[in-house]
């Protein structure tokens, strides 16, 4: 039940820091079962996946994976990922869209790199027509990521957005002090692992946040994405963007959902995939297991037959 959920999910995000089990994903690679919710390793796996998500009817949207980068070097490395990864991706002419993680762009070493990074690739983005979002973290970078967000918009930077987190206390308060900006705002349950005292944690506490949140920038947000696979938060927040007149689209994880995703699109709404690719992809792909527990079964089962 909810307890044993979220013992589940502390588990799974605290094994997954260990250097043992980095180690022996390394071993396995991507086959270990990553390649069910990551594109592969290379751009080249990404567009791949992009052209069958198009053709599907799907939009799209990319991530380069990297998080917690420390260095000086390592932030300047992923800011030059996304200065190839959009205009070869923009080429694609599919309106596929783009986000980064602050904390991949070094936020975490030096606040102001990662703002000059991240205002260097949005602008990039506005000469191709494109949008980038700003991903959401874990909670101790949530004001400087809404700073940075608010600070490319005074830049006059249109061409992006930020992401509210249903199971952190305070992201009502976020979502109403965004409003005079008109914003984009892309609304998530939360996938990190986060303390009573500022989140949620008991995932009825968080399903019925998540719907008073949705429903809440549906009516007062300029865009919501509505980014989840939980079939009964899309069915009411269907309702109440009708009743709304909202502009609005869901969005959903490559390997998550896709039945779901395909009777929505079906149903004549817009459904945009998140797509990662990259080396980097092992704690990206722990959050996805500690999602669900039969996930972590599937890997084992995949491991056991190498
Ligand atoms: P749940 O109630 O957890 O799941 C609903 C149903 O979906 C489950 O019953 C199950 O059938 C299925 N499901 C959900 N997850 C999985 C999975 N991993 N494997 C298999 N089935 C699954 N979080 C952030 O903290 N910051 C972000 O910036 C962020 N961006 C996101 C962008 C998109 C497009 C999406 C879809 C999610 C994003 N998330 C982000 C993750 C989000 O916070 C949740 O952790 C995740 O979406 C799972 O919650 P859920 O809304 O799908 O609802």
């Known amino acids: 039940g909810q307890i044993g959920q979220s013992v589940f999910?502390?588990?799974?995000?605290?094994?997954?820091?260990?250097?043992?089990?980095?180690?022996?994903?390394?071993?396995?690679?991507?086959?270990?079962?990553?390649?069910?919710?990551?594109?592969?390793?290379?751009?080249n796996?990404?567009?791949n996946v992009l052209d069958r998500l198009h053709g599907e009817g799907m939009r799209t949207y990319v991530i380069a994976l990297g998080e917690a980068v420390h260095t000086r070097e390592g932030a300047d490395a992923a800011a030059r990922i996304y200065e190839r990864l959009i205009p070869d991706v923009a080429r694609n002419g599919q309106g596929t869209t783009f986000s980064i993680k602050l904390t991949h762009l070094?936020?975490?070493?030096?606040?102001?790199?990662?703002?000059?990074?991240?205002?260097?690739i949005v602008s990039l983005a506005a000469e191709h027509s494109a949008f980038v979002r700003l991903d959401?973290?874990?909670?101790?970078?949530?004001?400087?990521?809404?700073?940075?967000?608010?600070?490319?918009?005074?830049?006059?930077?249109?061409?992006?957005g930020v992401v509210l987190q249903a199971y952190l206390h305070?992201?009502?308060?976020?979502?109403?002090?965004?409003?005079?900006?008109?914003?984009?705002i892309r609304v998530v349950k939360g996938a990190y692992l986060e303390p009573p005292g500022v989140a949620l944690q008991r995932k009825t506490h968080v399903d019925v946040a998540y719907r008073q949140l949705v429903r809440t920038?549906?009516?007062?947000?300029?865009?919501?994405?509505?980014?989840t696979h939980d079939a009964s938060a899309i069915r009411a927040a269907m309702a109440d963007a009708r009743k709304n007149d909202s502009d609005f689209e869901f969005q959903m994880l490559y390997g998550v959902g896709h039945a779901l995703a395909r009777q929505i699109v079906a149903h004549g709404h817009a459904v945009r995939i998140c797509v990662p690719f990259g080396q980097d992809w092992f704690v990206y792909f722990t959050r996805r297991l500690a999602e669900r527990?039969?996930?972590?079964?599937?890997?084992?089962?995949?491991l056991g037959r190498r």
Do not use: C, W
């Open 9 to 43: 999910r502390s588990l799974i995000l605290s094994a997954a820091k260990s250097p043992r089990i980095q180690a022996m994903a390394g071993r396995h690679g991507l086959k270990a079962g990553a390649d069910r919710f990551v594109a592969g390793e290379s751009l």
């Open 45 to 47: 796996d990404a567009l």
């Open 106 to 120: 070094g936020i975490e070493a030096d606040r102001d790199l990662a703002l000059r990074h991240a205002r260097r």
């Open 136 to 160: 959401m973290e874990h909670s101790a970078v949530v004001d400087e990521t809404l700073a940075i967000y608010r600070a490319l918009r005074g830049d006059g930077l249109d061409n992006t």
């Open 170 to 184: 305070r992201s009502m308060d976020d979502l109403i002090g965004l409003l005079p900006l008109e914003p984009n």
């Open 217 to 227: 920038a549906l009516t007062y947000a300029k865009f919501t994405a509505v980014a």
């Open 293 to 302: 527990p039969s996930n972590v079964l599937f890997v084992v089962r995949n």
